[in-house]
């Protein structure tokens, strides 16, 4: 039923356009049989000082990559550094994954897509393919339209695809958390260049076992689910897939910018220190009545990171989780520094995904 309402959607958008001679530049607005739009999911605000939701869309136009050469290049650099070259069966993963790491950006688009019923032609892409626009809607509007708190929108194609994206709705107060990915909730190996590599690109991803089952009981309990990581934009599709399979709750992600020509693969993972203080706070200054929970493991600087974001935010960042990866001890040296100044009953130290719920459930009757 969903594809059928939205090819009757595009149909009429279509003659929509044709009858009224909307002035939209073909170049720009048009998604041509070659390109792709992904959208990535959001959340939107209640604005209370303009009484609107602001609804955040953020996508990315790109060209897949169809380069032999550059595909042959990297796979050489990867056995001859690595000592890593795909098997049959880690054929298609490479070859999927390379494909978006080196898509085509398509600078200077301008889109249109369909939200709620409404045309909204959103800004130009830039140079990276990425487009964001903020859309302001009034809730009386916004509450006809939604589905099950989230408000779902479509892009139309020039050979008629439907490439459609949605946006959560999430009320100015509440639990949320913000989670990393690798070694926290995926299978990823951070701390071994080689491993890391061959996780990333080669291997099916696979997760942390018992993170998602724990992640969904913070979904029934109402808490929102935020992905912050180092990984790149162009790994969206894998990542997004997996949590997927795997059963997590809906969430969105935030994850580092980055072109093909601007960095080698080697070098595709900055330190959380230089990516993630900027992605958190983001996130906080679209809520500041909401209570934030961070999540991550020993394996690099989460600790550091968590630890700074506390001291800095303690009205909103009232706890962070540690998966302990490295046989660290709450009381090691390493810990009470990243952590000082924090109450040692707002840090937890876990070995068992099991040991969140419990560990929650205090910090939640203890936070006003």
């Known amino acids: 039923m969903g594809f059928i309402r939205n090819l009757l959607v595009a149909l009429l958008i279509i003659v929509t356009y044709s009858s009224f001679g909307f002035s939209l530049d073909p170049e720009k607005s048009v998604i041509k049989d070659d390109e792709t739009v992904i959208f990535f999911n959001t959340e939107g605000y209640y604005s209370e000082q303009n009484q609107t939701w602001a609804l955040p869309i953020h996508g990315w136009i790109f060209e897949p990559a169809d380069s032999t050469a550059r595909t ?58 990425h487009f964001k626009q903020l859309i302001h809607l009034d809730r009386k509007y916004v509450n006809e339209c939604e589905n099950s708190s989230k408000i779902e929108y479509f892009a139309i194609a020039q050979d008629h695809r439907v490439l459609g994206g949605e946006t959560r709705l999430l009320e100015n107060s509440g639990f949320s958390i913000i989670s990393d990915i690798d070694d926290t909730i995926k299978q ?34 109402g ?19 997996m949590t997927a399979e795997f059963g997590f709750p809906w969430a969105t992600f935030s994850l580092k910018s980055i072109r093909f020509r601007d960095s080698s693969i080697m070098n595709l993972f900055k330190p959380g ?61 390493r810990l009470l520094s990243a952590f000082d100044g924090v109450s040692t009953d707002r840090y937890l130290l876990f070995e068992q995904p099991s040991q969140l719920k419990a560990w929650f459930s205090k910090i939640k009757k203890t936070t006003n």
């Open 273 to 333: 220190t230089e990516t993630k203080p900027a992605q958190i706070a983001n996130i906080l200054s679209k809520y500041p009545k909401r209570k934030f929970i961070l999540i991550g493991d020993s394996g690099e600087k989460d600790p550091e990171v968590y630890g700074e974001m506390m001291r800095k935010y303690p009205e909103q960042v009232v706890a962070s989780a540690i998966r302990n990866i490295g046989g660290d001890s709450i009381d090691n040296s």
């Open 188 to 221: 990823t190996q951070v701390t071994e260049r080689k491993e890391l590599i061959k996780n990333t690109f080669f291997e099916d991803f696979d997760i942390i076992e018992g993170m998602n089952s724990v992640y969904r009981w913070f979904a029934d309990e």
């Open 223 to 241: 808490v929102a689910l935020h992905f912050v990581s180092s990984s790149p934009w162009q790994l969206y599709p894998a990542l997004s897939n």
């Open 72 to 129: 042959f290049f990297i796979k050489n650099v990867l056995e001859i550094k690595y000592n890593l070259k795909a098997s049959e069966i880690h054929e298609e993963n490479l070859t999927e994954r390379l494909t978006f790491l080196m898509a085509d950006n398509e600078r200077g688009k301008s889109i249109s897509i369909n939200l709620c019923g409404k045309i909204f032609e959103l800004s130009e892409s830039k140079e990276n393919g």
